[in-house]
């Protein structure tokens, strides 16, 4: 404290980091990008270890003798569903009759703002079953959900049949203290969120649904299941759910735990588990499971029918089955005893899982990065924002001598109206790119031949791309002429407002946060009105969206064209925007709102006069 209450120290300090300013935030840059690619290396990250004790090891052997039957059934649902042409709601609901479950239907309605030409629909309609498998040995206050999508074509079936093959074994076993629900939801995410906000009592995304005639316990947990095969080669887990929420790694150690124990081969973002992290294709491997998860959390949506859970508090996740040329093989009933296995250690539960981590990534099923260890690598980055805040401060007070405050004189400039205007226009071209695409879709097909999608992302990427030529059309509204003092206090409002919006993005939502922070800091941290402009726009948010892309496709192994990427990119930006209006997903209106106009106020200072 002596160091900042004394004067001629405090001068010293600043005119330290003001005269060493630019290398110290090459440093810091530099550091944050290393620290975040060391934490793919496995002495730097913490051995996965079960926290609740009520979920611990037992002497219990799992059960599940039904497997074979569990495909007949599948191959029954499947004939079904094809000669109705969809869910096979009557068939379904005598099934589970059968099977000793309390069953209710639920109907709902959802119309899209825009057609998704990905599954082809616009006006979207199903019916959500569901059976309660009330508690025998407790007061009925506490539940957990099985869920199983009904999904179009021939996909899932084999995971429906053993949804209602464990529901039919279960009825048979006494300890259940917990109502277990088993749901077969159609139309995946969109009859999720029905049934959830019924289950809840809630409407936040503007659905028409009918009110759910059954229910059970608070749910305390949930998972889903995905298989399309007889044979399945590997368990996948999805954990990444809505707005980069994640479960409980308790959960995410649990299955880790039964498939060690029952002898399943296990994977995490499709990539099995290396012992070789000494060598460099075994770093190689972890780093591109933890990046391959940190895009998908930084991308907002969720990546299975889990994802909506979270939302509610719930812990869940999504089991996927994985059918490759492995030699190595898991019928169905192995798979059955896993699940039977992971509902029974749920069903000892006393409270919620709460005492594993909710924040962490993972190289692997077996190591994880907390928050503890991930966040010094954004505040390296975001350090910089405030390093540069702090050297135009000391370079604009003395730019105004005469007065003790140093500003003291400019506070009446009439030229500090413009900086005012250019933060005005710049949020109202962000308030355009969100509000206009969706509004203006049937005008746009009517002049223009395009479809109602195409038409959203083309008026999204002609707003993006017409905010670049704000600066010239303001300088010439606008009267007077700006000065070096005015593109400074310019560029210093942006670089707080900056690392505001970053800081808060990265406690909601790390990686969006910290992919945000690698292309925005660099041009936010240098930029002067002589820099090249092609640099601003190759760091821009879209252009960084358009990398994400590409490299995520690299990381899955699945390399496209520059073309195809391209098409990639606009299905992306289409499926923002939907997640937005149809599940509440918060990266859309961040980037329209926030981000671009904050990106538009340093696309201002480069054409400063």
């Known amino acids: 404290m002596g160091l900042l209450s004394d004067p001629n120290r405090r001068r010293a300090l600043t005119n330290l980091l003001t005269r060493l300013n630019a290398p110290i935030c090459v440093v810091c840059y530099l550091a944050g990008v290393m620290w975040f690619m060391g934490l793919a290396f496995e002495p730097f990250t913490l051995r996965t270890y079960m926290s609740e004790n009520a979920m611990g090891s037992t002497m219990v052997e799992e059960h599940f003798p039904a497997g074979e039957r569990a495909l007949a059934t599948g191959r029954e649902f499947a004939a079904h569903k094809k000669k109705v042409g969809g869910m096979p709601v009557n068939w379904l609901v ?68 053993l949804l209602l093959g464990l529901a039919q074994y279960f009825r048979s076993q006494v300890y259940w203290a917990k109502d277990i629900i088993f749901l077969v939801n159609e139309h995946d995410l969109i009859g999720m969120q029905a049934w959830l906000e019924g289950y809840h009592h809630t409407n936040t995304t503007g659905g028409d649904w009918s009110p759910l005639h059954g229910r059970g316990g608070s749910i ?31 959960l995410a150690n649990l299955f880790h735990a039964f498939c060690q124990k029952i002898g399943v081969l296990c994977t995490i973002q499709g990539k099995l588990q290396r012992n070789d992290w000494e060598s460099t294709s075994g770093y190689s491997h972890s780093a591109q499971t933890m990046m391959l998860m940190v895009l998908k959390q930084a991308s907002g949506r969720p990546w299975g029918d889990h994802g909506l859970f979270l939302r509610y508090h719930i812990e869940a996740a999504t089991i996927r089955g994985i059918n490759s040329f492995r030699q190595y093989k898991t019928d169905t009933t192995t798979i059955g005893r896993l699940l039977e296995g992971m509902y029974r250690k749920l069903n000892n ?81 962000g308030v355009a790119l969100y509000c206009l695409p969706v509004m203006s879709q049937e005008m746009a097909v009517q002049h223009f031949p395009v479809s109602e999608t195409e038409a959203v992302v083309l008026t999204a990427i002609a707003i993006y791309t017409a905010g670049l030529a704000l600066p010239h059309n303001t300088h010439r509204l606008l009267q007077g002429e700006g000065t070096e003092h005015g593109w400074r206090v310019l560029k210093l409002v942006a670089l707080l407002y900056l690392a505001v919006l970053l800081g808060c993005t990265a406690l909601i939502n790390f990686s969006l946060g910290f992919i945000l922070a690698l292309s925005l800091v660099p041009i936010a941290a240098f930029i002067t009105p002589p820099l090249s402009a092609a640099i601003m726009v190759l760091l821009s948010p879209g252009c960084t969206l358009l990398y994400c892309v590409l490299i995520f496709q690299e990381l899955q192994e699945t390399p496209v064209s520059l073309q195809d990427g391209w098409m990639l990119f606009l299905s992306v930006i289409s499926q923002g925007i939907l997640d937005h209006s149809l599940y509440g997903s918060l990266v859309y209106p961040l980037l329209a709102l926030l981000i671009y106009p904050c990106w538009l106020l340093l696309w201002n200072i480069l054409f400063w006069k």
């Open 94 to 161: 005598k099934t589970m009759e059968s099977r000793g479950l309390e069953v209710f239907t639920q109907s709902f309605t959802r119309k899209l703002p825009f057609p998704d030409e990905n599954k082809e629909r616009y006006l979207v309609r199903g019916t959500n079953v569901y059976g309660i498998l009330r508690a025998p040995r407790a007061s009925r206050t506490e539940a957990l959900v099985l869920t199983a999508p009904c999904s179009q074509g021939n996909a899932n079936n084999q995971a429906v049949g």
């Open 220 to 250: 305390q947990a949930s998972l889903s299941l995905e298989l399309s095969s007889d044979v399945i080669t590997s368990l996948d887990l999805v954990l990444e759910g809505l707005n980069g929420q994640l479960p409980n790694l308790d």
């Open 349 to 429: 539960l006393l409270e919620r899982l709460h005492q594993s981590y909710f924040f962490y990534l993972m190289p692997s099923l077996t190591r994880f990065v907390s928050i503890g260890y991930y966040m010094p690598a954004f505040g390296l980055l975001a350090v910089i924002l405030l390093l540069r805040a702090l050297d135009l401060w000391v370079q604009l007070g003395a730019s105004a001598p005469g007065t003790e405050d140093g500003l003291a004189e400019r506070e009446q400039d009439p030229r500090f109206l413009p900086l005012l205007n250019k933060l005005v226009i710049s949020h109202m071209t």
